[in-house]
């Protein structure tokens, strides 16, 4: 997993979310690799290098130091994006997971973030904020945002959620089930489905909570023929 998260003055919300634990994504684990994004100059700043070293020593002894990158991004216009994209495309691990905590750090820096993440292809992107009372947080994946609307897409992972088979979903389509398979494997790339392979045979596919998003953005009722 890479996790992204720009730096402000005040490392708490931070650190509170990479010591949290997920349904599907563990905490921290050694191979996890971290972005810090910092705004240009910000040796300058000693409560932002102070919130630094304070997140590096914590986070250090987990991933090892050297998983750690600190990336100085320009705050001038499509610039901070790119630099920002360009970053985690060269530092994206094996999983190809990102875990964005934007909780701190300058808005122009949480901004250029959001696009950069936007702008990423067939990456699993989870984003996380904390309220500023550290009362909770919310955490919402992008896949289910970007996907594009599709009433046959609704219909397959309404289908799945049912617990219904490729083969009764592609009759009830009027389809071959090699049509559907070719959608869900589009959909996987919105992280939509998941793939389960039992004993090395055919595929089996289920829903994701990305997926029963993507239905709640798309609207309609499940019964719909």
């Not at 998941?194 to 029963?212: L, V």
Request: charged share 30%.
């Amino acid at each position: 997993m890479l996790v992204v998260f720009p730096v402000g003055f005040d490392e708490k919300f931070i650190v509170r979310a990479l010591m949290r634990r997920r349904e599907e994504i563990d905490g921290l684990e050694h191979g996890d690799r971290l972005i810090a994004i910092l705004p240009e100059g910000y040796k300058g700043e000693r409560r932002t290098v102070n919130a630094l070293e304070a997140i590096e020593s914590i986070v250090s002894p987990i991933v090892g130091r050297g998983n750690i990158v600190r990336l100085e991004v320009p705050l001038q216009r499509e610039d901070a994006v790119l630099t920002i994209k360009r970053g985690i495309e060269n530092n994206l691990t094996r999983d190809r997971i990102v875990l964005a905590v934007l909780s701190g750090g300058m808005r122009p820096l949480l901004v250029g973030a959001m696009l950069a993440l936007l702008s990423l292809k067939e990456v699993r992107v989870i984003v996380e904020s904390d309220f500023e009372n550290l009362s909770g947080h919310i955490s919402l994946e992008l896949g289910p945002f970007l996907a594009p609307q599709s009433r046959r897409w609704k219909l397959i992972l309404c289908g799945l959620n049912e617990g219904k088979s490729v083969r009764t979903i592609a009759e009830e389509l009027g389809v071959s089930p090699a049509t559907i398979s070719n959608e869900l494997k589009r959909m996987g790339k919105y992280h939509l489905v998941k793939a389960e392979r039992p004993d090395g045979r055919a595929p089996k596919y289920h829903i994701t909570n990305a997926g029963r998003t993507y239905l709640k953005l798309v609207e309609g009722e499940c019964n719909e023929t």
